[in-house]
């Protein structure tokens, strides 16, 4: 692979479930970052990781945790999912370190919560 | 509050220039970023600024001012494929990305 993959593509799911979205990047980048597009808002950041082993909260973490094992992983968990959360999600790494790096997308998952 | 401003939506013909705008109010600044995103798809890295003046990179160009808090996207020799949403973004204090909401710039024959 090559970039920033994430899985699944996009989810139908029930509310009140539980769900982990995935995101794995083969870049070495130091950061990564989850972000949620809503139709008329723009990126809102849900969490972050400068480091492997560190996470931070970002604009929008409520109802969302996640952890950062390794370099290359960072998935983002629904611990009970609501239809609030119905949005497009879109996981991003940087080399981080500097303010002039930009970000690279992964292709997002698109999360239908009925 | 921070805060990014862009049109919502924008139309242009095909062969013409069209420039974006972009406002910006946050806690500190340390860079503006406009990237792509085509319907259905992931934004793309279009250009970077962090000093004040006009960075070219083919038929883009990127402009900052600073003191203005202002910055514009300009697309020239438009193409159909130019259709799209073009997001600003602004690194704060904190090294984070604020993003607007972005503007849909629809290209005609």
């Known amino acids: 692979i090559a970039g920033i993959t994430q899985a699944p593509t996009s989810q139908i799911l029930a509310a009140g479930r539980r769900m982990t979205l995935r995101c794995t990047q083969d870049?070495?980048?130091?950061?990564m970052y989850w972000y949620r597009q809503d139709l008329g808002l723009g990126l809102r950041l849900i969490h972050y990781?400068?480091?492997?082993?560190?996470?931070g909260k970002g604009e929008v973490p409520d109802g969302y945790s996640v952890s950062r094992a390794n370099t290359d992983d960072f998935p983002l968990t629904l611990a009970s999912a609501v239809p609030s959360q119905t949005s497009v999600y879109f996981c991003?790494?940087?080399?981080?370190?500097?303010?002039?790096?930009?970000?690279?997308f992964g292709p997002g998952t698109r999360l239908t919560v009925l | 509050g921070q805060n990014i401003d862009q049109p919502t939506e924008m139309t242009a013909t095909e062969g013409a220039i069209v420039q974006i705008n972009c406002t910006y109010q946050?806690?500190?600044?340390?860079?503006l970023f406009w990237y792509q995103q085509h319907a259905g798809e992931a934004p793309t890295f279009l250009s970077y600024?962090?000093l004040d003046g006009l960075e070219e990179k083919g038929r883009f160009s990127s402009f900052l001012s600073r003191s203005k808090g202002y910055s514009y996207l300009l697309l020239k020799e438009l193409q159909m494929k130019d259709s799209a949403s073009y997001l600003c973004?602004?690194?704060?204090?904190?090294?984070?990305?604020?993003w607007g909401a972005g503007t849909k710039l629809i290209i005609k024959p």
């Open positions: 870049m070495r980048h130091n950061a």
């Open positions: 973004a602004v690194t704060d204090s904190n090294y984070q990305l604020i």
């Open positions: 991003a790494s940087s080399s981080g370190g500097t303010s002039s790096n930009e970000q690279f």
């Open positions: 600024n962090v």
């Open positions: 990781s400068n480091t492997a082993g560190t996470t």
């Open positions: 946050t806690s500190g600044f340390n860079g």
